[in-house]
């Protein structure tokens, strides 16, 4: 797999991209749980549009993944975006940290730390922490609408998988009802679809305007995410 890569013209997506310093970029994947039925959650929508954006943590490189909940839908709206799926994937999550339940806004940062979405000097510190511990390389490349991933050793114990997500930028919606209603919300990159490739290692997603791949090797129980990378 590596010499497969290694032949290619150009290896367009890695685990690391280059600020204008040119110092390295760690991956860092950070999840919200979001809903557009959630009164509190467009200040939390904002800021990972913002962390996407602006990529202010030196050291990292903001893996961004707004994925909206279905459990408010019942309030009178329901929201385009939402997945069961990701709903799930937040409750195993909570019974993992020993939470109570769940909640919107919630940020997790690499499946290690969780707080309230909304908490700008939290994300910031809880993702240069992050950036600090030690990271798989993950290598993707594109040809023409394959995408192969090269994933290097990772150290741990526990069984992983690896899972890819396919995101959307700049989504709006005018909300009629609920919470939220009168509202027009912007959102940060929502998880169009979510899965675990298994052991495959090439990929067939087309080209889409305005979305991206991103693939990550995390823990099946723990959800600890152990590297990343991103494909336009």
Same mark, same amino acid.
């Given at each position: 797999? =590596?010499?497969?890569?290694? +032949? ?15 110092? !390295? %970029? ?7 749980? +979001?809903?557009?039925?959630?009164? +509190?959650?467009?200040? /939390?929508?904002?800021?990972? /549009? ?5 990529? !202010? ?31 799930? =994937?937040? =409750? ?9 339940? *769940? ?25 240069? =922490? /992050?950036?600090?511990?030690? @990271? ?18 990772? !150290? ?9 997500? $396919? ?19 912007? @959102?940060?990159? $929502?998880?169009?679809?979510? %899965? ?9 997603? !087309? ?9 990550? *090797?995390?823990? %099946?129980? +723990?959800? @600890? ?8």
């Amino acid at each position: 797999m =590596r010499l497969f890569l290694a +032949s290619l013209a150009c290896i367009v997506g890695t685990t690391t991209s280059f600020a204008a310093e040119g110092l !390295p %970029r760690v991956p860092v994947v950070v999840e919200l749980f +979001s809903s557009e039925g959630c009164s +509190s959650c467009p200040p /939390a929508d904002s800021l990972l /549009a913002r962390l996407d954006r602006d990529q !202010p943590i030196a050291g990292a490189e903001v893996i961004a993944l707004e994925l909206h909940v279905d459990y408010w839908n019942y309030l009178g709206w329901s929201d385009p975006f939402s997945s069961a799926a990701f709903t799930a =994937r937040q =409750r195993k999550r909570a019974q993992y940290m020993g939470n109570s339940g *769940v909640y919107t806004p919630q940020m997790v940062v690499d499946g290690q730390e969780e707080f309230t979405g909304s908490r700008e000097m939290a994300a910031k510190g809880a993702i240069e =922490r /992050a950036a600090r511990g030690v @990271h798989v390389p993950v290598k993707l490349a594109r040809e023409g609408d394959a995408i192969t991933i090269d994933v290097g050793a990772i !150290p741990t114990h526990e069984t992983t998988r690896v899972m890819m997500a $396919v995101t959307e930028r700049g989504l709006r919606t005018n909300v009629l009802a609920g919470e939220n209603r009168g509202a027009t919300l912007e @959102h940060g990159p $929502v998880v169009r679809s979510l %899965r675990d490739v298994g052991a495959d290692r090439r990929i067939t997603q !087309p080209r889409v305007a305005g979305r991206r791949v991103v693939v990550f *090797v995390e823990a %099946r129980d +723990s959800m @600890h995410v152990f590297g990343a990378a991103t494909i336009e």
